[in-house]
């Protein structure tokens, strides 16, 4: 059975820092690419940040190249997002998922077949 479970959200002031963890479970970690993505209040979610299975590509939203990075330790089943200079706007709730191998984009929400919980993130200004 497949469970991703993210954690390290919480409250942050403009210009911090914050990581976010998730750690998988239930399936061959290495054969799936892995993404992150933020409810964006409660319309489509949004595309954050994806990863390969092997860790050698990645791909950002515009929006937070520069500032986010995702990596992915193998030998823990866990996928990272480490976010800079955060920003008000980068209030959300961010979800982990898992990428359907050959199926649509990073971008395309429907591209992902099993999602965490989500973890809250709220930067104060």
């Known amino acids: 059975q497949v469970h991703l479970v993210e954690s390290g959200g919480g409250l942050v002031q403009a210009g911090g820092s914050l990581r976010l963890s998730c750690a998988a479970s239930?399936?061959?970690?290495?054969?799936?690419?892995m993404g992150w993505l933020r409810r964006n209040q409660g319309k489509e979610r949004e595309f954050v940040a994806a990863?390969?299975?092997?860790?050698?590509?990645?791909y950002y939203a515009d929006s937070v190249k520069g500032r986010f990075t995702i990596s992915r330790d193998n030998a823990k089943n866990t996928v990272y997002l480490q976010m800079n200079s955060l920003k008000p706007e980068d209030t959300d709730v961010y979800y982990c998922?898992?990428?359907?191998?050959?199926?649509?984009?990073?971008?395309?929400?429907?591209?992902?077949?099993?999602w965490g919980q989500g973890t809250q993130v709220t930067v104060s200004s």
């Open positions: 239930g399936f061959t970690f290495t054969s799936y690419s």
């Open positions: 998922a898992r990428k359907l191998p050959r199926i649509g984009t990073y971008y395309q929400k429907n591209a992902y077949d099993y």
């Open positions: 990863i390969s299975g092997n860790g050698e590509i990645t």
